[in-house]
């Protein structure tokens, strides 16, 4: 089975000040993993994804994140944050799609930019 | 891009009657839906999986006959919530997976806006 954790609950961070937000997977097989971003009372946008090939994937609103197998790591980062990128950031996994294809959430890491 | 449009975003109703969530992918197919359960400040629990024209696979869990899912087109999945219960009250987001980028070996999934359920 696949799990997700996201080691932070709550990043807390000053405006223009960089960020990571940091995510671990477990799986016994290849995954496709992604960055997911939720503003109050909102679905979800996605921020960026990984599905093969290069290990540094960028994607939107100056975010980028680094694919790391050895450490099956996926950190979110932004070099220097914005008042609006507050808000909830999931990281997820999923199989590839004909191996099910659902998509499954960690906790969620609510990032809150300060003045 | 690709739009996916959830219907009603709120809805408040009453213990013990039924409502049901509509979920349209706008310009894509979506060969698959998914819908979700969120809690205030919690993450997405996946509740099914439902693929057009069959049967929706439910996770564990979950009770097939309190959420019944319906996917009777490439464009529609509809949630319903049977003899509905305060309990029940949480937001619900569907998600959809679009048919052709799958065939360019792409996994996309665009998410709804979520629907907000009081039960009352």
């Known amino acids: 089975a696949q799990s997700v954790t996201q080691l932070d609950s709550q990043v807390p961070v000053f405006e223009e000040a960089p960020v990571e937000l940091r995510c671990n997977y477990s799986s016994s097989v290849s995954v496709y993993l992604f960055w997911y971003v939720q503003y109050p009372n909102q679905g979800l946008q996605l921020l960026l994804k990984y599905l093969s090939g290069s290990t540094l994937v960028k994607g939107i609103n100056g975010f980028e994140a680094e694919f790391n197998k050895s450490q099956t790591s996926f950190h979110l980062r932004k070099p220097s944050v914005h008042i609006s990128d507050t808000a909830e950031y999931f990281c997820?996994?999923?199989?590839?799609?004909?191996?099910?294809?659902?998509?499954?959430f960690g906790q969620g890491t609510e990032l809150s930019v300060k003045p | 891009g690709a739009v996916v449009s959830q219907h009603p975003s709120r809805v408040i109703c009453k213990s013990g009657t039924s409502v049901k969530i509509e979920c349209r992918s706008l310009d894509f197919q979506a060969t698959t839906m998914f819908w979700y359960r969120q809690f205030p400040k919690q993450s997405l629990m996946l509740m099914a999986t439902?693929?057009?024209?069959?049967?929706?696979?439910?996770e564990q869990g979950v009770e097939k006959d309190k959420f019944l899912i319906n996917h009777a087109s490439l464009t529609l999945s509809t949630l319903t919530v049977t003899s509905a219960h305060p309990e029940d009250s949480s937001f619900y987001i569907c998600s959809a997976r679009d048919g052709i980028q799958v065939t360019r070996g792409r996994n996309t999934i665009y998410f709804g806006e979520g629907s907000w359920l009081t039960v009352v």
């Open positions: 439902s693929n057009e024209g069959s049967k929706a696979t439910y």
């Open positions: 997820a996994v999923s199989l590839p799609y004909n191996q099910g294809g659902k998509l499954i």
